[in-house]
């Protein structure tokens, strides 16, 4: 792909970029409930003191110029206050943020390596009783509402065999000194074995419920591409040349077979997003999905306001990446 | 009928021939069967319910289910923390997903349809319009559009039907769009014009009646989502509110006994679980024996 093509592209995400800012903003200020009224909460203030707290937040100025100040603020980071937690939203996101990043990168891998080589072998072995299962497999997996396939892995793992842990990110026991905030690095960081391994035992669980509906469809699309890539003339052609099954599966076809795996990966990284909120409120998971579902609850407006906005443009962005990302991969297709 | 009225034999012949297509696919059939009997139940829930899902019973508090010691075969998958009958509970709370699930899918898709032709037959600047909202929309992961909408709105029945209809129109409408593309500069779309036939009449008249196999087929595998959304943002608690009984409050009202009463949760999620197997199987069913591309 071109340069210039790249740049295209790139420009038509402004548009977009900015009608979800305009969407994200109109949403809270037709929120019912006057900030304001909420930041004071029980306190009693003197009109004058609202009236200055009003103007300081900009409250004051037409809707319209709110939302070209909230856009500039947006573009540097600044999305306020958050009223619970008296300090700035970007901070509070921040420190929240490497946890559900954690998780959904876990998810993510943990889908590609099952989701694989299950799709490979259901069309190696199509029509198998294999087949059938990983078919089965796939459609329980879109079907199973991933809040309650979580509380039953915690009924099973957690509270009858005391395998994995119930909830959290790590026991009080093993927490170590934030140096990146991804607890998998930090405890390595700190040379903490033991801490490491109860950072993983944490995670399976939310990781496994996060990327299982994610597992069944790249099962699906990793199955139909292969059985695509197996009828074609070049992979006929280098098994008549007499090559092993196994050089011509993994060589020559599983190579083109991954192209349309990896662009949905890409694209469905995204629904991870969506995903967070139910897996991290499950087991909680201190990551910024739960930290959004609290925040509703508190009526704490500006914090919701900037996720709903950050987690907009993560996926907008991933889902540019899956387009380049195919580009890449497949140089047939044009943008 | 207008469709077979509009081209007689052909197809009705066509519609035949891929109904009994489906009909030959048993498994599907049978989940067409699933759905059907949800429905019934979801309709005449006072009728079958054993008991009234809202009457507490402090004694029956997190009775188990009646195969469990201690059950009752009155209250056969036991009580929940308020002692009211599980069992009675899930069956009216078929009508909570079943009621969200057909109304915003018949909403989205009449939006959709209406934005989908007037893009793609209409073209121009109604074109440029449409799909730059589409592409805003699809900016947003689902869930997390329809949480920020029931943070402003509110929680409650018609907030949620709003607030999934709001962005699920958009795939309809995309449906709808590329297939108008294809088919308006066909002959008898052509000719529909040479005869001075209105845009309106087009695109309703001739146009939809033609391409509405695959928005019916997408639609119904979309139902399966909304309802799994419906259960989700009620599990968050930003759905129908106590003491309506719906699934996904039901999951997370259990949340809390897991340790001792696993019935609470298990079983509505086990509801949630075979309504939405039995419409993604029941809707691949139908799109393989509806759809065209889907015939080998």
């Known amino acids: 792909m071109s340069l210039g093509k790249l740049i295209e592209r790139l420009l038509q995400l402004v548009p977009v970029l900015l009608g979800v800012t305009l969407i994200v903003f109109v949403m809270m200020a037709l929120t019912p409930g006057d900030p304001v009224q909420i930041m004071i909460g029980d306190q009693t203030i003197t009109p004058e003191q609202e009236e200055a707290l009003r103007r300081g937040l900009g409250l004051d100025r037409p809707i319209v110029e709110r939302f070209f100040v909230f856009l500039g603020n947006a573009a540097q980071g600044d999305f306020g206050q958050s009223f619970y937690h008296r300090r700035p939203v970007a901070d509070v996101i921040s420190e929240r943020l490497p946890a559900t990043i954690e998780l959904s990168l876990v998810a993510l891998i943990v889908a590609l390596v099952t989701a694989i080589p299950l799709g490979v072998l259901a069309a190696i072995r199509k029509n198998s009783i294999f087949d059938k299962l990983a078919t089965v497999g796939s459609l329980l997996g879109v079907s199973l509402p991933g809040f309650w396939f979580g509380i039953l892995l915690i009924m099973l793992f957690a509270v009858q065999w005391h395998i994995l842990p119930v909830s959290g990110r790590i026991g009080y026991a093993s927490e170590v000194p934030t140096i990146t905030g991804f607890l998998l690095i930090d405890t390595l960081l700190h040379g903490n074995l033991p801490a490491f391994w109860d950072a993983v035992k944490h995670l399976i669980l939310p990781a496994v419920t996060l990327g299982l509906p994610m597992t069944a469809i790249l099962m699906r699309v990793t199955r139909t591409s292969m059985l695509e890539v197996l009828r074609q003339d070049y992979v006929t052609f280098a098994d008549a040349k007499g090559l092993s099954r196994r050089r011509v599966l993994f060589r020559h076809a599983l190579k083109n077979a991954l192209i349309p795996t990896v662009s949905v990966a890409a694209i469905e990284t995204g629904s991870l997003l969506g995903g967070n909120m139910i897996v991290e409120t499950v087991f909680g998971w201190p990551g910024l999905g739960r930290l959004v579902v609290e925040s509703i609850f508190l009526r704490n407006y500006p914090l919701v306001q900037a996720a709903v906005l950050l987690y907009a443009v993560i996926y907008v962005g991933l889902n540019f990446f899956a387009d380049i990302l195919y580009t890449i991969l497949n140089p047939r297709v044009k943008l | ?296």
């Open chain 2, 1 to 296: 009928m207008s469709m077979a009225a509009a081209t007689p034999a052909a197809a009705d012949s066509i519609f035949r021939r891929n109904l009994a297509s489906f009909m030959g696919n048993r498994l599907a059939l049978a989940s067409a069967v699933v759905v059907l009997l949800f429905v019934l139940m979801a309709i005449f829930a006072p009728l079958i319910a054993p008991q009234d899902p809202y009457e507490t019973d402090l004694f029956r508090r997190l009775q188990p289910p009646a195969w469990v010691e201690g059950g009752e075969w009155g209250y056969l998958l036991g009580c929940d923390a308020l002692g009211r009958d599980i069992f009675s509970r899930i069956i009216y709370g078929a009508r909570i997903s079943i009621f969200v699930g057909l109304t915003v899918i018949v909403l989205a898709t009449g939006i959709g349809i209406v934005a989908g032709l007037a893009a793609g037959y209409l073209r121009g600047w109604v074109d440029v319009v449409i799909s730059r909202v589409v592409d805003i929309l699809l900016g947003f992961p689902y869930l997390i559009f329809a949480i920020g909408l029931m943070a402003m709105m509110g929680p409650g029945l018609g907030n949620i039907i709003l607030a999934l209809a709001y962005k699920e129109w958009v795939i309809p409408a995309r449906v709808v769009r590329g297939e108008t593309l294809a088919v308006r500069e066909l002959e008898y779309v052509e000719a529909a014009r040479a005869l001075g036939a209105s845009p309106r009449h087009i695109m309703l008249r001739e146009i939809l009646p033609n391409i509405l196999s695959p928005v019916v087929v997408v639609s119904t595998i979309r139902m399966a989502n909304v309802i799994i959304l419906e259960a989700s943002l009620s599990f968050l608690g930003l759905g129908v509110q106590p003491p309506t009984a719906s699934w996904g409050s039901m999951v997370s009202d259990g949340r809390a006994f897991i340790l001792e009463a696993w019935w609470v949760s298990t079983f509505p999620g086990l509801a949630i679980l075979l309504l939405v197997l039995a419409i993604n199987v029941a809707s691949q069913g139908l799109r393989d024996a509806f759809d065209p591309r889907f015939h080998e």
